[in-house]
C-alpha cells in the first residue's frame, strides 16, 4: 500500500490549493477515501471523507463550505480543493482509505500546507 500525497505548499490567508493524493497497493475503486491533518503536538483530525464511487461526502464544521474532496476512480487519485484558507488550516495533509477510521496502518509522507501572510 502507498499513498502520495501533493501539491501543499504556502499560501496568504484566503487562498487556495488543490492537494492531491495518489494510491496505490489496493483496488482503490473500492475503498472511501479520507483526508487527514496534523499538526505538531496535536492528534491527527479528519477534514474530509468520500465514498467509494464518489457518491456522498462529509466534512467537519470547521472546513465545510471551504473544502471540497473529489476522487478519479481511473487515476486512483483524491483530491481536495481548499478554499478560502486560514492560518489554523496549516498543517500537514495525508490521505488514507476508510470512512470511519484509517484502513490502513501505513501513511504517506504527507504534503505541507503552510498559511500565513
Known amino acids: 500500500v502507498q499513498f502520495v500525497e501533493s501539491g501543499g505548499g504556502l499560501v496568504q490567508p484566503g487562498g487556495s490549493l488543490r492537494l492531491s493524493c495518489a494510491a496505490s497497493g489496493f483496488t482503490f475503486s473500492n475503498y472511501d477515501m479520507t483526508w487527514y491533518r496534523q499538526t505538531p503536538g496535536k492528534e491527527r483530525e479528519l477534514v474530509a471523507r468520500?465514498?467509494?464511487?464518489?457518491?456522498?461526502?462529509s466534512y467537519p464544521d470547521f472546513v465545510k463550505g471551504r473544502f471540497t474532496i473529489s476522487r478519479d476512480n481511473a487515476k486512483n487519485t483524491v483530491y481536495l480543493q481548499m478554499n478560502n484558507l486560514k492560518s489554523e488550516d496549516t498543517a500537514v495533509y495525508y490521505c488514507n482509505a476508510g470512512w470511519f477510521r484509517p484502513a490502513y496502518e501505513y501513511w504517506g509522507q504527507g504534503t505541507q500546507v503552510t498559511v500565513s501572510s
Open positions: 468520500i465514498l467509494y464511487d464518489g457518491s456522498r461526502t
